[in-house]
């Protein structure tokens, strides 16, 4: 039952929002508020698992994940509502659950810090990634979910990170450093979306790879792993981070990897794994490398 649950949340995965939002805290460090660091870090944590249990139900309901019944680990959903083991209305109400307890963390920390700005915000995001699978918006049905997942795994949780800690927002310095976690957490969907692509197409989930073709996405996951890296280039060049931030370029090498098996394995799931994980870890190995140049 317990690794069921773990498997609905994805928890393994949630260290793709903790660790921007960790990046962004530690910025600016004179004066590091240990309390609202806590209180953010679990409405981001707890955002993040009731997003992932809302689009489960979304997509179980649109009828696009019952299309592959076979669970893939990275992509796909958890595939609990099709083997029968948790129901939609489940879904439903967990992801309600970690919905209140992610709103009742940003009223105490709307409390700590004297900020009725943190609270609307807080909210804000908890609908925008909702609205990511769910509907009326269903941005990864309209062509906008890697859009906003880049904005919500880079500038939302770097910058929300820096104002918990500064009070200052907007802020160039901290939007600049969140640029390369969110274009690569915007190439994990990416990659994500290719093996999905026949399913999603079926069922009107537009996306970027539907645009291009799933022969033809690696060029795409290219191009954001160019974004990504320049990225860090800029930041690198402005002096906001040590050069032991420069080991990231190191995960060029996957990231090239990575676009071979999607340009070659475009239309084998099992194979597409591989991409996917390798992804996920490079964009985990990237946030470790950045929180590196900030506090060595």
């Known amino acids: 039952m317990l690794k069921n649950i773990i498997r609905a949340a994805r928890l393994p995965f949630i260290c793709a929002s903790v660790l921007p939002f960790l990046f962004g805290s530690l910025i600016e460090r004179d004066s ?7 209180f953010g870090f679990i409405c981001v944590c707890s955002t993040h698992i009731s997003a992932n249990l809302i689009n489960d139900y979304a997509d179980s309901r649109s009828g696009v994940d019952w299309q592959d019944k076979d669970f893939y680990i990275f992509f796909g959903g958890s595939k609990l509502i ?9 879904y439903l109400r967990a992801a309600l659950l970690f919905a209140s307890f992610a709103i009742i963390s940003a009223i105490l920390l709307a409390l700590i810090l004297k900020s009725i700005f943190v ?17 009326p918006f269903q941005f990864s049905y309209h062509f906008l979910g890697e859009f906003f997942i880049f904005l919500l ?5 770097v910058m929300g990170g820096y104002f918990i800690q500064t009070g200052i927002f907007p802020d160039i310095k901290s939007f600049l450093m969140s640029l390369p976690l969110g274009l690569f957490t915007a190439a994990i969907l990416l990659a994500n979306e290719v093996p999905d692509s026949r399913e999603d197409s079926k ?10 073709k799933a022969e033809r996405a690696y060029l795409l996951y290219y191009f954001l792993m160019f974004l990504g890296f320049s990225s860090i280039l800029v930041v690198l060049f402005l002096d906001y981070l040590n050069l032991i931030s420069a080991a990231s370029f190191l995960l060029i090498i996957p990231a090239v990897k990575v676009g071979q098996i999607i340009k070659k394995d475009y239309a084998s799931k099992n194979k597409l794994m591989q991409s996917s994980k390798l992804t996920i870890n490079m964009q985990m190995l990237v946030s470790l490398a950045l929180i590196a140049g900030l506090i060595l």
């Open 32 to 38: 590091f508020n240990f309390l609202a660091f806590i």
């Open 82 to 90: 099709q083997s029968g083991r948790f129901s939609e209305a489940f």
């Open 119 to 135: 609270l609307l915000i807080f909210v804000l995001i908890i609908f925008l990634s909702w609205q990511y699978t769910a509907k």
């Open 153 to 157: 795994f880079g500038p939302v949780l």
């Open 203 to 212: 069922f009107s989930k537009n996306n970027w790879v539907k645009l291009c």
